[in-house]
């Protein structure tokens, strides 16, 4: 307990006005205060005080444990509501909302959100708005409510503008919701408002000590996660390896690649013009520009056995005869997606001689490269919003090749230039409405679907040249495709096989 007489001897030592008028009010406040409650709620304010300083000089910066649903899909929990209602969602670069399924959805799966168990939530408005994810259209309405990276009130933001789910179609019955991380820079001539980011929430919470974050994906179910906040190097293979590509002012996490190489031999090498490239953790595949659809699978595909069926390249599962193959981006970087990982097994009841795999990279219809979870997997990339750039590094336990970043642009070239003419414009409104988000792959590739159950065929057909050509620039599939409806069909093309 505070001596007040002892302050008092020691600072007034004259019978001032200032001396007799502290007096009265001393006297006053002695006769009128709960001392002990005042010592305790003293005591009580200066510890949170010193909590919240501690907290900005130094962020929690959390590390978040994602699940890897068959390398097509990586989600994990967000906590929502007073009471902490644990929501699974995927964790997406490509898009900008948090959206949660609300638990009055009769077409919604999961643990739906239940907005009359928490104080806290409220109802901005009513009306009912349209959001399309790929193969997923969402209805709902806009709320806040407080929102938590863990269950025991941590990491918190507490009051968060995001979207609840009245009404759906195409999201996996697995997870609950999408929690965009795109950049989220306004484009000119794009009549869109970007939505609120979280990052932007945890930062003005404190949660983080940058706008900063870092995915580390795995090929094992769960050993991936997100750093937010500063990187962490021990999540790399070697830090000094940690090279960042340049990017685009623009809602996406949008760079330029300039070329390709397949395997180590530059003779293999071939350049194009600038084209997009879109990083985009919410989706599955690596997506092909258009104007390099059939340079690039022609000499993916020379001399090896696969097949061109419904919009994706079939083979079997033995990833020896494949190679490494390489991107150069617009900074003379090259970065490697292995056969390891663009290899995607279809059928898992059978052994590796005996499976189908499905190319996890496809021909897109727009003309851009769609660069989703086939090549981030292996990587630890940070993604640094206020630098408009992102790190690339092998992570750790890795064995993806290092980035080279003294790369020459080849001296062959792949395609034709792009029209460049509109394009931004394009890009955007193509990803608001068709992509960003893909996660309709994880039915069509799950190994527990009864319609591979059974499947031990082999494809034995060589793709020839002209044929591939062809068939890729009269069948190329839009990254809107349901895979799901094409596995099916590739099913039946396998049963009269």
């Known amino acids: 307990m505070f001596d007040f007489d002892k302050l008092y001897n020691k600072y007034f030592t004259e019978e001032t006005a200032e001396m007799k008028k502290f007096k009265r009010n001393m006297k006053r406040f002695k006769a009128n205060t709960n001392m002990a409650k005042f010592q305790e709620d003293l005591t009580k304010n200066t510890k949170r005080n ?20 068959y390398n097509t899909m990586y989600h994990a929990p967000v906590y929502v509501g007073s009471d902490n209602q644990k929501m699974n969602v995927v964790y997406d670069t490509g898009s900008d909302w948090l959206v949660v399924e609300d638990s009055t959805c009769t077409s919604c799966f999961g643990e739906n959100f239940n907005v009359t168990t928490s104080s806290s939530f409220n109802q901005l408005s009513d009306v009912v708005e349209d959001r399309l994810y790929g193969s997923a259209a969402l209805k ?59 990052v932007d929430g945890l930062k003005n919470s404190s949660i983080i000590d940058e706008r900063t974050f870092s995915f580390f994906m795995a090929d094992n179910p769960t050993q ?87 919009g994706v390249y079939l083979t079997n599962c033995d990833p020896y005869p494949w190679p490494t193959v390489y991107f150069l981006t617009a900074n003379s970087t090259w970065m490697a997606v292995e056969p390891s990982t663009y290899l995607l097994n279809a059928d898992t009841t059978s052994s590796v001689e005996n499976a189908l795999c499905v190319i996890g990279m496809v021909p897109n219809s727009g003309d851009y490269w769609l660069v989703g979870d086939v090549f981030l997997r292996g990587f630890y990339s940070v993604h640094r919003m206020d630098d408009m750039t992102i790190g690339f590094v092998p992570h750790a336990g890795s064995t993806k090749p290092r980035l080279d970043d003294y790369g020459s642009f080849p001296n062959k070239l792949l395609a034709s230039p792009i029209n460049w003419g509109g394009l931004g414009r394009n890009i955007m409104v193509f990803m608001l409405f068709y992509g960003g988000w893909f996660a309709g792959l994880y039915y069509g590739l799950d190994p527990t679907n009864s319609s591979f159950q059974n499947n031990k065929k082999i494809f034995k057909k060589k793709v020839q040249k002209p044929a591939a050509k062809k068939v890729v620039k009269e069948e190329s599939s839009s990254t809107e495709a349901d895979l799901a409806n094409v596995l099916a069909a590739l099913q039946e093309h396998l049963a009269n096989a």
């Not at 300083?53 to 959390?62: E, G, K, M, S």
């Not at 000094?240 to 530059?266: A, N, S």
Request: aromatic residues 14%; negative net charge.
């Open 50 to 69: 010193a909590s919240k300083h501690n907290r900005l000089q130094q962020a929690t910066n959390p590390q978040i444990n994602l699940i890897n649903e």
């Open 140 to 198: 709902g309405t806009r709320v806040t409510d407080k929102v938590c990276l863990n269950a025991d009130n941590e990491d918190c933001v507490p009051i968060f503008e995001w979207f609840l789910i009245e009404q759906q179609t195409g999201l996996p019955q697995t997870i609950d919701g999408i929690l965009g991380m795109c950049l989220g820079m306004p484009i000119a001539g794009i009549d869109y408002q970007p939505g609120p980011l979280y």
């Open 224 to 310: 991936s996660f997100i750093d937010f906040g500063e990187p962490r190097d021990a999540a790399m293979r070697n830090p000094d390896d940690l090279i960042y590509v340049p990017l685009e002012q623009h809602f996406f996490w949008l760079g330029i690649w300039t070329g390709v190489r397949y395997g180590e031999d530059p003779d293999n090498a071939w350049g194009y013009s600038d084209v997009p490239a879109i990083y985009d953790t919410g989706t599955s595949l690596l997506y092909v520009a258009s104007s390099q659809n059939d340079g690039f699978f022609h000499y993916l595909t020379k001399d090896r056995v696969a097949e061109y069926y419904a």
